[in-house]
């Protein structure tokens, strides 16, 4: 599968901002989907996670509450609605798609088979 984000941009603290993740191929409602970000000098970190259904969702504690993980299924995308951003929001945020992971690979980035390019947040003060 192959993944295509889209959506980032420059926004002040306090904005609200979606992210879309487009899969090609077959089969996108057997991929768990995961978003992760990647702020300069930092390690890529887990942000949200839903599994295939869509039924369930997990997040990164510095997200919860204030970000929202969907997809639609019959359109191959995932979301990942930002609201209330901070500038510790600012990174490049990737999405991935997940195979045959499990749930102790939600939240880690090496659980995933397939990543996308990566679109760029930056979140002034």
């Known amino acids: 599968v192959q993944l295509q984000a889209s959506g980032g941009g420059l926004v002040q603290a306090g904005a609200s901002l979606r992210l879309s993740c487009a899969a090609s191929?077959?089969?996108?409602?057997?991929?768990?989907m995961g978003w992760f970000r990647q702020a300069p000098g930092k390690e890529r970190e887990f942000v949200a996670t839903?599994?295939?259904?869509?039924?369930?969702?997990y997040y990164a504690d510095s997200v919860k509450g204030r970000f929202t993980i969907s997809r639609d299924n019959a359109r191959n995308t995932v979301f990942l609605q930002m609201n209330s951003l901070k500038p510790e929001d600012t990174a490049v945020y990737y999405c991935?798609?997940?195979?045959?992971?499990?749930?102790?690979?939600?939240?880690?980035?090496?659980?995933?088979?397939?990543w996308g390019r990566g679109t760029l947040v930056t979140v002034s003060s």
């Open positions: 191929g077959r089969s996108f409602s057997t991929y768990v």
């Open positions: 991935a798609a997940c195979a045959s992971c499990r749930y102790s690979d939600y939240t880690r980035p090496s659980g995933y088979d397939y």
């Open positions: 839903i599994v295939r259904s869509g039924g369930t969702t």
